[in-house]
T-cell receptor, first 110, second 114 residues
Framework: QKEVEQDPGPLSVPEGAIVSLNCTYS??????FMWYRQYSRKGPELLMY????GNKEDGRFTAQVDKSSKYISLFIRDSQPSDSATYLC??????????FGAGTILRVKS | DGGITQSPKYLFRKEGQNVTLSCEQN?????MYWYRQDPGQGLRLIYY???????QKGDIAEGYSVSREKKESFPLTVTSAQKNPTAFYLC?????????????FGPGTRLTVL
């Protein structure tokens, strides 16, 4: 079993939809939870990061962490075609090593 | 502009050849990382370095080698011992410490074995 599980999709939604992206994990030592966005043939860029449990909002993006269920989510409101990308969840414990999910391909159709 | 540069963007290699991928950063970061990305598998850590002249193996180090002679530079050599080297290679850097340290990524190098 992988430490971090993420459905690779692709997930296809119409413009304006609310998108929900999710990851589950098995290592209870993870404390930092991140979402990266990666456009085709580019390096990933950090979208949001959360420490421990709770919600964090930044514009159209909301990150949720539920440590009791070992489950994290990223919600995108009013999705736009420019949101079409691969979304990677990543986690780490005390060290600097990140563990990544497989990434979910999102396609927002205009 | 501060950032991470990787070169070349595309690299073609014949079987049996060693190739070296370049990674340079001007962010004054102590830590640098190399990842491999294959379709449907996310990013897997090859090697990382927390300080000059020191580096550690990641999860898939076999067939790869690195050096860290300068803080700004962390080149990756893909040796002929790597049986399936065709992939997208990403370099990253971060500050180092026990609190959260964002990893910044370069644009990547796509390696294809002919």
């Amino acid at each position: 079993q992988k430490e971090v599980e993420q459905d690779p999709g692709p997930l296809s939604v119409p413009e304006g939809a609310i998108v929900s992206l999710n990851c589950t994990y098995s290592n209870s030592a993870f404390q930092y939870f991140m979402w990266y966005r990666q456009y085709s043939r580019k390096g990933p860029e950090l979208l949001m990061y959360t420490y421990s449990s709770g919600n964090k909002e930044d514009g159209r993006f909301t990150a949720q962490v539920d440590k009791s269920s070992k489950y994290i989510s990223l919600f995108i409101r009013d999705s736009q075609p420019s949101d079409s990308a691969t979304y990677l969840c990543a986690m780490r414990s005390d060290g600097n090593k990140l563990v990544f999910g497989a990434g979910t391909i999102l396609r927002v159709k205009s | 502009d501060g950032g991470i540069t990787q070169s070349p963007k595309y690299l073609f290699r014949k079987e049996g050849q060693n190739v070296t991928l370049s990674c340079e950063q001007n962010l004054n970061h102590d830590a640098m990382y190399w990842y491999r990305q294959d379709p449907g598998q996310g990013l897997r850590l090859i090697y990382y370095s927390q300080i000059v002249n020191d580096f550690q193996k990641g999860d898939i180090a076999e067939g790869y080698s690195v050096s860290r002679e300068k803080k700004e530079s962390f080149p990756l050599t893909v040796t002929s011992a790597q049986k399936n080297p065709t992939a997208f290679y990403l370099c990253a850097s971060s500050t180092y410490g026990s609190s959260y340290n964002e990893q910044f990524f370069g644009p990547g190098t796509r390696l294809t074995v002919l």
